[in-house]
């Protein structure tokens, strides 16, 4: 089975985030495989172990990127690719990153690709779903559950909390939900092995991409933190005139309704 | 020998970070109420690889040297794990690698880096012989083709758990020989073949660390258990203490930060008089002195270590790395048992365990004071004194 994963660098959000200039400040940020892409990275190592084949791992993104990489060929992937677009993009949005990665992979013969279900510095979303559309497979977002026999397919979905079972077949994109495994963390022969796989790294040129043909769709127009938590409101007295001053300050004060 | 790079070495301490996060301090809390050996983290340890680090390829280790080594046991006492019970499965077998012949590696290190042989018992102390070791007086007496071993050894950790130990014993006579260092051998006695020969008295100590009392009542040992030389054990315990320095150093460096770490946290949330303790610089004081002294203690470890994987001599920066860094880990501690204020005392938050061990490092495997007298004498020419 030919088995690719999409991954991303992202920056750790349980760590202090703070913005400078319109960016988010990469100097004191943490760096780690998106949490997502663990999960699925994991669950491609399981199946490539159960059925055979190939793990390859991809991302698009800067130099950077090799250390996740590398970590990922250390939890047990096979091959690493990084799709570096330093110097030719500026600005890129999910279309941009979609269009690489679908790119890339349009003559590759994937039988699955195993994508995060969001990143979590984004959290669009997106890119899993709109590969596949540029592939024109079919894809399964926030999975929890993956079977594979043949090329049939079962595939349990998460859906806000309730489950909803889905048979498919491959070729396949599926998008990892929390809860789909336990992702492994690297052992120190797999570290040792991992220095001896291959990590290519290739740039547009390469894919016979020009700068215009993944030029983003969208613009950022503003990064801004979240406004610090207001002190609360204890309202008092009698119960029914709490009730009409929360009535009169949803109206007046939050006017939200 | 394989050296990694920055990147690398990085993965390798997140790898253990995130097995440790495995083994919360309650983990180690419980072991250390019920005095228990941690066998299951010491089974992660050994099932992920890392006690073999040291071990070359081609006897199934990862190949790797002492700058990584130093990296797996700092990060695990950095956690609030410790190492102690452990550690010595990664450098026992040194003295095999260096001195030992190709039969005897071919036999054992696959076994020892797969887990399959524990070898992590070294009896060298004796109770009338601890710092003075050429004074030894459990004997080896060659007859046939074995040795038949006497005598008695004392703080010999984690026999009990071990399958072979590094033994040290006389096998000739101090007043016949011409240096008091002669006539000392090195052997690898197989304790669970001579089991009913060993007599193994667990010792109770104020740490967990599963350290023993052995008697030896006509052990066996086969002449192929012989290591190198008869007579040369003295020098190959010697050439084996390096590593065992650099590491020990490095889980005072990990003990180090760890109490650093604790006591920023709580320095930063305990509010006293209305603002956070560490507002007083009082207490935040010893915190950054600490941090200070671990951070210098770190960079003489990272100069020993690389020089020993230079294959340079590096006992001077071994023993100061070893000194340092025990002396600020117990800062450290003390530091930490100081913002902590009395709940430093209560066992649930674990400063007092992690207290208690790190002082272990001041003492063994040699006392501060003889590292001290060694660069005295050895490392600055001042006279012996002993
Ligand atoms: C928990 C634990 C685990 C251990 N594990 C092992 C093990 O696995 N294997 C093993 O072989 N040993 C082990 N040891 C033993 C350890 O190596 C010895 O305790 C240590 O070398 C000191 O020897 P001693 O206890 O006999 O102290 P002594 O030699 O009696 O020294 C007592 C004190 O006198 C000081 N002193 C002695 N002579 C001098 C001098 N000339 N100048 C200045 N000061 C001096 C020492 O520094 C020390 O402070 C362990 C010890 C402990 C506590």
Redesign the interface.
Same mark, same amino acid.
């Given at each position: 089975m030919n088995i690719f994963v999409l991954m991303k660098r992202t920056f750790d959000t349980e760590e202090k985030i703070s913005i400078s200039g319109g960016k988010i400040n990469e100097d004191g940020a943490e760096f780690i495989i998106n949490p997502y892409d663990e999960y699925a990275i994991e669950e491609a190592i399981q199946v490539r172990d159960a059925q055979g084949g190939e793990v390859t791992v991809i991302t698009v993104g800067s130099e950077e990127a090799? #250390?996740q990489l590398?970590?990922a060929l250390?939890m047990g992937a096979d091959k690493a690719v990084l799709i570096n677009t330093e110097d030719d993009l500026e600005y890129s949005d999910q279309f941009t990153t979609a269009k690489i990665l679908a790119e890339y992979l349009k003559d590759k013969d994937a039988d699955l690709i195993i994508g995060g279900n969001v990143a979590i510095d984004g959290g669009s979303g997106q890119v899993g779903p709109r590969v596949a559309e540029l592939l024109n497979i079919p894809y399964v977002t926030t999975i929890t559950n993956l079977e594979i026999n043949g090329s049939t397919v079962t595939v349990v979905r998460d859906v806000e909390g309730d489950s909803e079972v889905i048979e498919t077949s491959l070729p396949l994109l599926v998008t990892a939900q929390q809860g789909l495994n336990e992702p492994r963390? @690297?052992?120190? @022969?797999?570290?040792?092995k991992a #220095?001896k796989k291959p990590l290519d790294e290739l740039e547009l040129d390469d894919l016979d991409l020009e700068e215009d043909d993944v030029e983003a769709k969208t613009k950022t127009i503003e990064i801004y933190l979240p406004a610090q938590k207001q002190a609360g409101k204890v309202l008092e007295g009698e119960l029914a005139d709490q009730v009409k001053e929360l009535v009169s300050l949803l109206h007046n004060e939050a006017k939200v309704v | 020998m394989a050296i990694s790079t920055k990147q690398e070495l990085e993965l390798i301490r997140e790898s253990v970070k995130a097995l440790c996060t495995k083994f919360p301090e309650a983990y180690w809390r419980e072991t250390d109420e019920k005095n228990a050996y941690p066998e299951e983290f010491i089974q992660a340890l050994t099932k992920e690889g890392w006690l073999s680090v040291l071990i070359p390829e081609e006897y199934g280790g990862a190949g790797l040297g002492m700058v990584e080594a130093c990296a797996i046991l700092e990060e695990i006492n950095r956690s609030g794990g410790n190492s102690g019970a452990g550690h010595a499965q990664m450098y026992t077998m040194g003295a095999v690698l260096r001195h030992g012949s190709e039969e005897q590696k071919r036999r054992y290190l696959p076994k020892v880096a797969s887990g399959e042989l524990r070898l992590q018992a070294f009896g060298i102390t004796e109770p009338t012989a601890g710092s003075d070791t050429t004074s030894i007086e459990t004997t080896a007496e060659l007859k046939g083709d074995r040795y038949i071993v006497n005598g008695q050894k004392i703080w010999t950790s984690r026999a009990e758990y071990s399958d072979l130990m590094l033994l040290l014993a006389r096998t000739t006579p101090k007043d016949q020989v011409n240096k008091k260092t002669d006539g000392l051998s090195l052997f690898l006695l197989d304790m669970k073949d001579q089991q009913h020969n060993i007599t193994i008295r667990p010792i109770d100590t104020m740490i967990n660390h599963a350290t023993t009392e052995v008697f030896f009542e006509n052990v066996e040992i086969p002449v192929e258990n012989l290591i190198g030389v008869e007579g040369k054990g003295f020098r190959y315990v010697l050439s084996g203490m390096n590593a065992e320095r650099i590491l020990i150093a490095s889980e005072s460096v990990g003990d180090g930060y760890y109490f650093v770490d604790k006591s920023v946290q709580y320095a930063n949330e305990r509010v006293v008089f209305n603002r956070p303790i560490g507002q007083n610089q009082g207490v935040q004081f010893p915190i950054a002195q600490s941090y200070m002294e671990i951070e210098a203690a770190r960079l003489m470890r990272d100069k020993a270590a690389e020089l020993f994987d230079a294959g340079e001599n590096c006992a001077a920066e071994a023993n100061m790395a070893k000194y340092l860094a025990s002396e600020a880990a117990w800062k450290a501690a003390n530091a930490a048992m100081s913002t902590y204020g009395g709940y430093g005392f209560a066992t649930e938050y674990n400063i007092e365990r992690k207290f208690r061990e790190a002082r272990l490092f001041i003492v063994a495997p040699i006392t501060n004071n003889l590292v001290v007298s060694y660069v005295g004498q050895h490392v600055l020419g001042l006279p012996r004194s002993f």
């Open positions: 090799e #250390k590398r970590t250390a963390y @690297p052992s120190l @022969p797999g570290i040792m #220095k | -």
